[in-house]
């Protein structure tokens, strides 16, 4: 039984800052890739950033300078830090990782927050 837990969505107005964060828990072996993806009503989901176990680091272009994705030193919560938002940064934000259980590497999917940013 693994979960990600996450938190700190909310309402801002552009140009402000929010930090999300997601906490692994279970029965876990390791994790291997944390990252966050958003989606849009109507889009797809895409990814936003992402963090492997040796500190690698991927953005997307849109948010590339705006976002910074960190983990701890367990290894086993990933933050993203948000600052200059755009209304287009609205979405649903949902933490992933690759974690190994007892039947190997499984991808789960937190629950999801709502980010919104106002005009």
């Known amino acids: 039984q693994v979960q990600l837990v996450e938190s700190g969505g909310g309402l801002v107005q552009a140009g402000g800052s929010l930090r999300l964060s997601c906490a692994a828990s279970?029965?876990?072996?390791?994790?291997?890739?944390m990252g966050w993806y958003r989606q849009a009503p109507g889009k797809q989901r895409e990814l936003v950033a992402a963090?492997?176990?040796?500190?690698?680091?991927n953005y997307a272009d849109p948010v590339k300078g705006r976002f910074t994705i960190s983990r701890d030193n367990a290894e086993t919560t990933v933050y993203l830090q948000m600052n200059s938002l755009k209304p287009e940064d609205t979405a649903v934000y949902y933490c992933?990782?690759?974690?190994?259980?007892?039947?190997?590497?499984?991808?789960?999917w937190g629950q999801g927050t709502l980010v919104t940013v106002s005009s």
């Open positions: 992933n990782a690759d974690i190994e259980v007892a039947a190997g590497y499984v991808a789960v």
């Open positions: 963090i492997s176990s040796g500190g690698s680091t």
């Open positions: 279970g029965s876990i072996f390791s994790i291997n890739v």
